[in-house]
């Protein structure tokens, strides 16, 4: 007989079969696949399979194991003004996707609805395929989602690397390896050389990537930045770049970043989402978007 469980959306998803023989013995790997749809809304059922085997039952579980950070028709409404109106969005992992407009637009509120500072009005949430919409901020940055501010957000008066130390130890991680992690990370992000300085002491664009420093530490699956690039230089831009590049390719994470820097996200992004009063007017490569004549009409003008 077949026992319904669960649903999920699986588009790019694997799918492994295990198998028991008996309900008290152990799950062996039997067969895996991977499901290549292209409608990212694509359900599939997962089941229970009983069935006979010489007077013994052989119970079948179809498991789902999904890499992505998933945005359902989320709306967010403020009083009478509509922020979202039915934003739908889907992050793989080692994937990075520009969300990108005008200001007002509604895409730091998409942030702040991901990662639980704003509620839902209508919509889901879903990492993995399990839902997070509802959950408190510090419950969803376990599910393995972290993020930077529009405003730069550090402890002034501590050092680089007590910064990113306090980030991994609030993550969960002992104090020996907070520090080991920590000195890591500011390595990557090139700040090395400056982890016995204040964060306050430290330049602008420095202290843009140590906000970054502090949501990496602990690897997630899924980074959000709030414009990183604000205030950057070119010289600085085109440095963030490459670290930007260097992480989604060393961890396989999923990068979602907003900024107004096009130079810097029309070279970053495998994709652009577009929003315009809280809808979402377009969405593909670079190439494409920047030739939509909404995109131009409603946000890029003469910054191509």
């Known amino acids: 007989m077949l026992v319904p469980l669960f649903t999920y959306d ?3 998803s694997t799918v492994l079969r295990l198998s028991m023989s008996s309900p008290r013995s152990s799950p062996t790997l039997c067969s895996y696949s991977t499901v290549n749809a292209k409608d990212a809304k694509t359900i599939i059922l997962i089941s229970v399979l009983c069935c006979g085997c010489r ?3 052989d119970l079948v579980i179809l498991i789902a194991m999904t890499n992505s950070l998933q ?3 989320v709306s967010v409404q403020f009083a009478g003004l509509r922020a979202l109106d039915a934003v739908s969005l889907t992050l793989q992992r080692g994937e990075i996707v520009g969300l990108i407009g005008p200001n007002g637009s509604g895409k730091t509120t998409l942030i702040n609805a991901i990662t639980g500072y704003v509620p839902l009005t209508n919509g889901q ?3 993995s395929g399990r839902r997070i919409s509802g959950l408190p901020p510090h419950r969803i940055a376990h599910h393995g989602i972290r993020r930077t501010f529009q405003t730069i957000r550090l402890f002034k ?3 680089t690397l007590e910064n990113v130390e306090a ?3 609030a993550a ?3 104090r020996r390896a907070a520090s080991k992690l920590a000195h890591a990370t500011l390595e990557r992000l090139a700040l090395s050389d400056r982890a016995r300085q204040t964060a306050e002491s430290l330049p602008y664009g420095e202290q843009r990537r140590l906000e970054i420093a502090r949501a990496l530490v602990t690897a997630p699956p899924f980074l959000l930045l709030d414009e990183p690039a604000a205030g950057l230089n070119e010289s600085e831009s085109d440095s963030l770049l490459n670290i930007l590049i260097g992480i989604v390719r060393a961890d396989g994470c ?3 970043i907003i900024d107004h820097d096009m130079r810097l996200i029309m070279r970053l992004c495998d994709r652009l989402h577009v929003l315009n009063y809280g809808r979402t007017i377009a969405e593909g490569d670079p190439a494409s978007v920047r030739a939509n004549p909404d995109v131009i009409a409603a946000y890029l003008g003469g910054r191509r």
Do not use: F, K
Request: glycine fraction near 16%; charged fraction near 5%; charge should be negative.
């Open 254 to 256: 999923g990068l979602l």
């Open 172 to 174: 969960g991680q002992s």
């Open 125 to 127: 949430i879903y990492v």
């Open 55 to 57: 007077g013994s039952p």
């Open 71 to 73: 945005i359902d028709t």
């Open 167 to 169: 980030a991994a130890v």
């Open 157 to 159: 008066q501590l050092t």
């Open 10 to 12: 699986l588009s790019g």
